[in-house]
């Protein structure tokens, strides 16, 4: 099997990217096995850093940061010089994954639920797995952590990594900082030695080698330069010889360097395996800067969570040397995230998946990728950046894209190709171009509806998940502050509430253990939190060190299932309150207060859920 497929690398080679396509789906047809079909298809690892920006690479003029792997692979690849993303983490990756607008698959938030990847949606990793790949994700998720939104349930057979947000959030497991980490395999806790990037990039290789002549589709999503930042002190080294640069900015360049460091560590053992020439590796960034756009944002205004370019215009390499993507070159069209999945598939030549797919807002790039002067349609992009908020307002920080104009919120027009930094409104100058894009703006915001988007619901009791775990950063909120989705916003019992949407699975009753502190931390509803180290690398690390945790003097706690209330007295030393509950299948909300002797309630802010053993 291994002879055959470098037989046909070289053949698609030879054909460059206009004729691999086509070579492949000829093969296809002669050959009516499956196994001897799917050997012949590229092995693909699709790589997206968290909070990376545009600028934040060396080959792309930045003159700090060393990068000296990434500079290689740009060196070698297509480039889209024009590529956007959502601002924000979330929705990227759900636009990536369905090859939709994030806008369509209830995805627009980074939390309070908001972030559920629609069950509808079909995901790339589906589609792989449907043509015989192998699939595993490595990293951050951010789509949901209980079924049937795991990457577990979307059609990754293997997955390490965190669930919903990243290190800190408040359904991360408690004290996670990057070093030394608790981490979900396959939708159980397992502890990790080392950084968490080096870990993601050990877990793909692993994978990958155990793929044998399988052919496996990675979706490595490491969750750096993001913070928090836990760098050992040789890291930083390289940086803290600039004086000029802040602390927070030589963490941010140290981790990127970092993963840096492991993406030369996976070219040299798929080369090593001959399995570089016949692997395609795409790289892109999931928003805009978060930590070095005051040293270098390649001339850009805006970072992440702006609507203008230096919020959603990212780096995106692409390199396959048997399918003749290895060659230097740029593109400068208008493209994006949700274009990356029927580029795949026509690249791939993938099979659907038996459940149909929703219609694809992405348009294949190969067109672009035989011809950088290809014709190319002058589409109309549109980005909303409402984080946090529960009901979407029109307008507010909005960007229309085309391939000459930005509209900013109806209101501020850039000519993107005369003025890139984005410095002259010239609206006033293009009325009648104000006004078409207003227009076609309003037409997509009449379609999504946005405002009635339905809740996604977990399903509580279903055989593909024992327990249930409800935390704050899914509470659909019932005010807009204070935040609830970090561990620092629980550790300060910050006093707010909502409620949590789900669906139960069948009829029967449910165990709904109700909770201060995670189960892992086994501490009582009332006791407080001393302040702790919360990693033990060595003493030259330098550690998230978080504060003291508030201490809430509950007597009493209260369940609310539906229309249901319960309500149970504390004891002394007790580190939550169980409830059973009868109930009926279907869909229905939970809410869970702390009450205290005066009678003030907050939100409890965690639920463990499961069917009771009969």
């Not at 149909?356 to 190969?366: A, M």
């Not at 229309?400 to 010239?426: F, M």
Request: proline content about 6%; overall charge negative.
């Amino acid at each position: 099997m291994r002879t055959t497929t470098v037989l046909l690398a070289s053949v698609l080679f030879m054909a460059g990217i206009g004729g691999a396509a086509e070579v492949q789906r000829d093969l296809n047809k002669a050959n009516p096995n499956p196994r001897d079909v799917l050997v012949q298809r590229p092995n693909v690892i699709l790589i997206l850093t968290d909070d990376q920006g545009y600028g934040d690479l060396a080959c792309h003029g930045n003159p700090v940061i060393r990068t000296p792997h990434l500079d290689k692979l740009h060196s070698e690849a297509v480039r889209f010089t024009n590529f956007h993303v959502n601002a924000f983490c979330a929705p990227t990756r759900a636009a990536l994954m369905t090859g939709r607008m994030s806008d369509r698959t209830h995805v627009r938030t980074t939390v309070y639920g908001r972030n559920h990847l629609n069950r509808d949606e079909v995901t790339m990793a589906e589609f792989f797995k449907a043509s015989g790949y192998r699939t595993g994700h490595f990293g951050k998720w951010h789509l949901g952590r209980n079924t049937p939104y795991r990457p577990m349930d979307r059609g990754f057979d293997q997955w390490v990594g965190h669930g919903d947000g990243g290190t800190g959030t408040s359904s991360d497991y408690w004290g996670n900082d990057k070093m030394n980490d608790t981490y979900w395999r396959n939708g159980k806790w397992e502890t990790f030695s080392g950084f968490c990037t080096d870990i993601y990039f050990d877990e793909s290789m692993r994978f990958i080698e155990a793929s044998n002549d399988e052919p496996f589709f990675v979706y490595l999503a490491t969750n750096v330069p993001h913070s928090p930042w836990n760098v050992p002190r040789e890291w930083r080294e390289p940086y803290e010889e600039n004086s000029e640069l802040p602390s927070a900015t030589v963490d941010f360049y140290a981790t990127l360097s970092r993963f840096d460091y492991n993406l030369g560590r996976l070219r040299s053992f798929l080369a090593h395996r001959a399995l570089d020439e016949n692997t395609l590796i795409v790289y892109l960034t999931d928003n805009g800067t978060s930590g070095g756009d005051r040293v270098f944002n390649a001339g850009m205004r805006g970072r992440k969570g702006s609507v203008y370019e230096g919020g959603h215009r990212v780096p995106c390499f692409m390199h396959w040397p048997a399918g003749g993507i290895n060659k230097a070159t740029d593109i400068d069209r208008l493209t994006n995230h949700f274009d990356l999945l029927p580029t795949l598939i026509e690249l791939c030549s993938l099979e659907s998946p038996t459940r149909r797919h929703l219609e694809f807002d992405g348009k294949s790039l190969v067109p672009l990728l035989k011809d950088a002067d290809a014709s190319w349609p002058d589409r109309s992009l549109f980005l909303h950046v409402q984080n946090v908020r529960e009901i979407p307002v029109k307008w507010l920080n909005s960007v229309v894209l085309t391939e000459q104009w930005r509209l900013i919120q109806g209101k501020e027009l850039y000519d993107i190709k005369r003025d890139p930094s984005q410095k002259q409104n010239v609206a006033h100058k293009h009325p009648s171009v104000v006004a078409e894009l207003r227009q076609r703006y309003e037409h997509h915001w009449a379609e999504l509806d946005m405002a009635h988007h339905p809740y996604e619901r977990p399903i509580i009791g279903s055989p593909h998940e024992a327990e249930t775990w409800l935390a704050p950063d899914a509470w659909i909120l019932d005010k807009a502050t204070p935040h609830t989705w970090n561990q620092s916003h629980v550790r300060a019992g910050a006093d707010n509430s909502g409620f949590w949407p789900v669906e139960i699975a069948s009829p029967g009753t449910y165990q709904f253990d109700v909770r201060r502190w995670p189960k892992e931390l086994d501490l009582p509803v009332t006791a407080a939190l001393e302040a702790q180290r919360t990693s033990d690398i060595d003493s030259q690390g330098r550690p998230v060190q978080p504060g003291k945790g508030t201490a809430i003097p509950a007597v009493r706690v209260e369940l609310v299932v539906g229309e249901e209330t319960y309500e149970m007295k504390l004891s002394d030393g007790d580190a939550g309150a169980r409830f059973d509950v009868p109930l009926p299948a279907g869909p229905t909300n939970i809410r869970a207060w702390l009450i205290d002797a005066q009678g003030n309630k907050r939100g409890a802010y965690y639920v463990y859920a499961r069917k009771a053993q009969p």
